[in-house]
């Protein structure tokens, strides 16, 4: 009884705070702004579904969103073709590549939040579904005709560890060749699309499985291969306000809900494993506003 009654606490907590109805995503209670967020390809239907509406109605602030890889959205940031009051990646390395000088110095501190295992997803109607519960993954992934997908190992940190991932299980499973058999080159044109599209191509049928983070796949309903924990690699997510930011008391709210009991809890039901928040690089950068969210 008593894990009912903190379900359905947590439940009302959510939906006053996000403050959707019939009529979906309402308006933030006063007009404080744009917030402009960068994140990651791999959290769409949270941010969208989510955190958005959440956020607005707490906050008075408007969510606006782009999803795309990591790597590629800390580019466009590189070369100035976004702007963001807030970055969230999939990896420590993306925030690595906007640090110093030769980095721009975009990012001067970021703080991992969150984690979620790398996974194989399929598709329930592909002709090869039922050998991929049966059979083992890598056996059928090297069939004739099979469709796989994946992300741009230089674009998007998940599209990286699917090739660490593979380089692993080829020692693991003692086949020497299975990268090639597996993914050809590593940016394989046949295999490789945008992190944003890769759910939907699978769900289309125009794949038979792919790589996803595990939170992609609880989200989109999709079935998932287990596999051995001593080669399965996670994404672990970090956020920062980079240098510049349209509007940093805006970021700042942002940080704070997301990394908030209400934001966490959000995290949580879509799947990620939450974390302390740890900073990394120049602490003393972090806004004052934040220490407190960060642990600085």
Not at 16 to 25: D, P
Not at 259 to 267: C, E, H, I, Q, T
């Amino acid at each position: 009884m008593s894990r009912m009654l903190a379900g359905c606490a947590l439940a009302f907590c959510l939906a006053a705070a996000a403050g959707c109805g019939r009529s979906g995503r309402r308006a933030p209670a006063a007009g404080r702004g744009t917030v402009a967020v960068l994140y990651a390809g791999s959290l769409v239907h949270l941010m969208e579904a989510s955190v958005a509406p959440a956020f607005d109605a707490a906050s008075g602030y408007r969510f606006e969103g782009f999803a795309g890889g990591s790597q590629a959205l800390a580019n466009q940031i590189k070369s100035q073709l976004r702007r963001a009051d807030v970055l969230i990646s999939a990896a420590p390395s993306v925030d690595a590549s906007l640090s110093g000088a030769a980095g721009g110095d975009w990012v001067r501190w970021y703080a991992t939040f969150a984690t979620a295992p790398l996974v194989i997803g399929y598709n329930p109607k592909s002709r090869f579904a039922q050998a991929l519960r049966s059979q083992p993954w890598y056996q059928v992934m090297s069939e004739p005709g099979f469709r796989l997908g994946r992300t741009d190992p230089k674009l998007d940190p998940k599209g990286e560890l699917t090739v660490q991932f593979v380089q692993a299980a080829a020692i693991y499973y003692h086949i020497p060749d299975l990268e090639r058999q597996l993914l050809g080159s590593a940016e394989n044109p046949a295999q490789v699309f945008p992190e944003e599209d890769l759910v939907g191509r699978l769900q289309a049928g125009q794949l038979d499985a792919g790589f996803f983070y595990s939170n992609e796949a609880k989200d989109a309903g999709i079935p998932t291969i287990p596999l051995p924990t001593a080669i399965d690699p996670a994404a672990t997510f970090t956020i920062t306000v980079p240098r510049g930011a349209p509007d940093p008391s805006g970021a700042t709210a942002f940080v704070r809900f997301l990394l908030g009991p209400v934001g966490s809890a959000l995290l949580r039901r879509e799947g990620l494993a939450v974390q302390v928040p740890k900073v990394s690089g120049d602490a003393a950068a972090v806004p004052a506003a934040l220490k407190s969210a960060l642990g600085t």
